[in-house]
Nanobody, 124 residues
Framework: QVELVESGGGWVHPGGSLRLSCVAS????????MAWFRQAPGKEREFVAA????????DYAEAVKGRFSISRDNAKDTVYLEMNSLKPEDTAVYYC?????????????????WGKGTLVTASS
Protein backbone atom coordinates (compact mmCIF):
# COMPACT_ATOMS: atom_id res chain seq x y z
CA GLN A 1 0.00 0.00 0.00
CA VAL A 2 1.32 3.42 -0.96
CA GLU A 3 1.89 5.76 1.96
CA LEU A 4 2.64 9.45 2.15
CA VAL A 5 3.43 10.55 5.67
CA GLU A 6 3.64 14.23 6.54
CA SER A 7 5.43 15.64 9.54
CA GLY A 8 6.62 18.97 10.87
CA GLY A 9 3.33 20.67 11.54
CA GLY A 10 2.63 22.50 14.73
CA TRP A 11 1.98 25.89 16.26
CA VAL A 12 3.95 29.01 15.52
CA HIS A 13 3.56 32.75 16.09
CA PRO A 14 2.75 34.82 13.02
CA GLY A 15 6.01 35.61 11.29
CA GLY A 16 7.54 32.33 12.32
CA SER A 17 8.67 29.39 10.22
CA LEU A 18 8.03 25.69 9.91
CA ARG A 19 9.42 22.98 7.67
CA LEU A 20 7.10 20.20 6.56
CA SER A 21 8.33 16.86 5.31
CA CYS A 22 6.56 14.13 3.40
CA VAL A 23 8.09 10.68 3.10
CA ALA A 24 6.77 8.34 0.44
CA SER A 25 6.71 4.57 0.74
CA UNK A 26 6.04 1.98 -1.95
CA UNK A 27 5.75 4.71 -4.55
CA UNK A 28 7.60 5.47 -7.78
CA UNK A 29 8.57 8.76 -6.22
CA UNK A 30 11.34 9.82 -8.60
CA UNK A 31 9.10 9.99 -11.67
CA UNK A 32 6.09 11.65 -10.08
CA UNK A 33 5.28 15.27 -9.51
CA MET A 34 4.73 16.10 -5.87
CA ALA A 35 2.57 18.78 -4.36
CA TRP A 36 1.31 20.35 -1.19
CA PHE A 37 -2.28 21.32 -0.62
CA ARG A 38 -4.01 22.73 2.40
CA GLN A 39 -7.49 22.90 3.80
CA ALA A 40 -8.66 25.42 6.37
CA PRO A 41 -11.81 24.91 8.44
CA GLY A 42 -14.90 25.49 6.35
CA LYS A 43 -12.95 25.90 3.13
CA GLU A 44 -12.15 23.83 0.08
CA ARG A 45 -8.81 22.14 -0.26
CA GLU A 46 -6.48 24.47 -2.13
CA PHE A 47 -3.22 24.22 -3.98
CA VAL A 48 -0.09 25.45 -2.22
CA ALA A 49 2.97 24.31 -4.17
CA ALA A 50 4.13 21.67 -6.63
CA UNK A 51 7.39 20.37 -8.03
CA UNK A 52 7.96 18.02 -10.94
CA UNK A 53 10.15 14.94 -10.91
CA UNK A 54 13.31 16.71 -12.09
CA UNK A 55 12.59 19.90 -10.13
CA UNK A 56 12.94 22.46 -12.96
CA UNK A 57 9.21 23.14 -12.81
CA UNK A 58 7.90 24.62 -9.58
CA ASP A 59 4.61 26.35 -8.93
CA TYR A 60 3.25 28.26 -5.97
CA ALA A 61 -0.11 29.63 -5.07
CA GLU A 62 -0.13 33.42 -5.17
CA ALA A 63 -0.88 33.53 -1.46
CA VAL A 64 2.42 31.85 -0.56
CA LYS A 65 4.83 33.14 -3.21
CA GLY A 66 7.96 34.55 -1.70
CA ARG A 67 7.26 32.90 1.64
CA PHE A 68 7.09 29.16 0.98
CA SER A 69 9.60 26.97 -0.79
CA ILE A 70 9.07 23.43 -2.07
CA SER A 71 11.93 21.03 -2.67
CA ARG A 72 12.52 17.31 -2.98
CA ASP A 73 15.20 14.76 -2.27
CA ASN A 74 14.68 11.83 -4.60
CA ALA A 75 17.32 9.76 -2.82
CA LYS A 76 15.18 9.94 0.31
CA ASP A 77 11.77 9.80 -1.37
CA THR A 78 10.94 12.99 0.46
CA VAL A 79 9.37 16.30 -0.46
CA TYR A 80 9.63 19.37 1.74
CA LEU A 81 7.76 22.58 2.24
CA GLU A 82 9.66 25.37 3.93
CA MET A 83 7.21 27.93 5.26
CA ASN A 84 8.43 31.35 6.31
CA SER A 85 6.69 34.50 7.48
CA LEU A 86 3.65 32.49 8.42
CA LYS A 87 0.34 34.31 8.68
CA PRO A 88 -2.84 33.41 10.54
CA GLU A 89 -4.48 32.72 7.19
CA ASP A 90 -1.92 29.97 6.59
CA THR A 91 -3.53 27.96 9.37
CA ALA A 92 -4.77 24.73 7.84
CA VAL A 93 -4.20 21.03 7.54
CA TYR A 94 -1.43 20.57 4.99
CA TYR A 95 -1.53 17.55 2.73
CA CYS A 96 1.20 15.95 0.69
CA UNK A 97 0.11 14.58 -2.68
CA UNK A 98 1.65 12.60 -5.51
CA UNK A 99 0.59 12.97 -9.12
CA UNK A 100 0.73 10.67 -12.10
CA UNK A 101 4.10 9.40 -13.32
CA UNK A 102 5.72 11.82 -15.76
CA UNK A 103 2.62 14.00 -15.85
CA UNK A 104 2.71 17.43 -14.29
CA UNK A 105 -0.41 19.08 -12.98
CA UNK A 106 -1.32 21.21 -9.98
CA UNK A 107 -4.99 20.32 -9.76
CA UNK A 108 -6.54 18.34 -6.95
CA UNK A 109 -8.07 15.97 -9.48
CA UNK A 110 -4.68 15.11 -10.94
CA UNK A 111 -3.27 13.83 -7.68
CA UNK A 112 -3.11 10.05 -7.34
CA UNK A 113 -2.16 9.64 -3.70
CA TRP A 114 -2.64 11.72 -0.60
CA GLY A 115 -1.17 11.82 2.84
CA LYS A 116 -3.31 12.14 5.93
CA GLY A 117 -2.23 15.70 6.61
CA THR A 118 -0.41 17.65 9.27
CA LEU A 119 -1.87 20.63 11.09
CA VAL A 120 -0.19 24.02 10.90
CA THR A 121 -1.42 26.76 13.19
CA ALA A 122 -0.12 30.32 13.01
CA SER A 123 -1.63 32.43 15.75
CA SER A 124 -0.72 34.75 18.60
Amino acid sequence: QVELVESGGGWVHPGGSLRLSCVASRLTFRIRPMAWFRQAPGKEREFVAAIDWNSPTIDYAEAVKGRFSISRDNAKDTVYLEMNSLKPEDTAVYYCAAGRPLFYSITTEAMYYWGKGTLVTASS
